[in-house]
């Protein structure tokens, strides 16, 4: 951290402190809870008394990510465009990384991103997968059939 940045994070600390340090009062004046005003005073000594640490861990700039960003290495427009074929090897692969599986049932299957943490394996993840292209594979199946029955009966009148 520079100087400047020290300098920018120490004066954000001292504006916090001084808001603080006035809603303290204000509770205060408006005749607060005593117990409430007793803790409320030893978290603010307890601020101002380590307020280099306070500061530097509240206004830190914010790390992004301990580990490495894992992005997925399908593109969304061939997945997208991609045939229940091409989805049937991509999620039948063994080398096929997790994340690109999870980039696959949301994009291409509109499923939640949070019910990822629900398939807490990649077997349950692929099995999952492997159901949603079967599905969607049915249903192309009566939509080809629907669609060649309304041909032929439409074709009769």
Do not use: W
């Amino acid at each position: 951290m520079s100087l400047t940045d020290s300098n920018s994070v120490k004066h954000e600390g001292e504006a916090l402190l001084r808001a603080l340090t006035s809603h303290f009062q204000s509770l205060s004046a408006a005749g607060c809870d005593h117990a409430v005003l007793e803790q409320y005073s030893r978290l603010l000594r307890l601020l101002k008394t380590s307020r280099y640490n306070f500061v530097q861990e509240i206004f830190r700039p914010r790390e992004t990510g301990r580990r490495s960003a894992v992005r997925p290495t399908l593109v969304l427009e061939e997945l997208r465009n991609a045939s229940l074929d091409d989805l049937d090897r991509i999620v039948g692969n063994d080398a096929t990384p997790r994340k690109d599986l999870e980039f696959t049932a949301v994009e291409r299957f509109s499923v939640p991103r949070g019910s990822m943490r629900s398939f807490s394996n990649r077997k349950m993840l692929v099995d999952k997968l492997r159901v949603l292209v079967d599905n969607e594979r049915t249903h192309e199946a009566i939509g080809e059939i629907a669609r060649g029955r309304l041909g032929r009966s439409s074709s009769a009148y």
